[in-house]
């Protein structure tokens, strides 16, 4: 895979998770832990996103 075509992959990942953690959210019977996990991976994607947009400059 091309650096590019894994940019956009993590990209649209994390697009996903924010839209989980959101949906997750308006549940009134959320489960925190894995709310607190799905940000822990989007955290995680995002700093990856970071350094290979850091390595492409």
């Known amino acids: 895979m091309t ?3 894994h940019l956009e ?3 649209r990942r994390h697009r996903e998770l924010a839209r989980k953690i959101e949906d997750e959210l308006t549940h009134p ?3 925190d832990l ?3 996990s799905l940000k822990r991976k989007k955290l995680e994607i ?3 996103l ?3 947009q850091m390595s492409d400059a």
Do not use: F, R
Request: net charge negative; charged share 35%; hydrophobic share 35%.
């Open 3 to 5: 650096t590019e075509g």
């Open 9 to 11: 992959a993590l990209t």
């Open 29 to 31: 019977s959320h489960d």
């Open 34 to 36: 894995y709310i607190v």
């Open 46 to 48: 995002k700093d990856e």
């Open 50 to 52: 970071a350094k290979l």
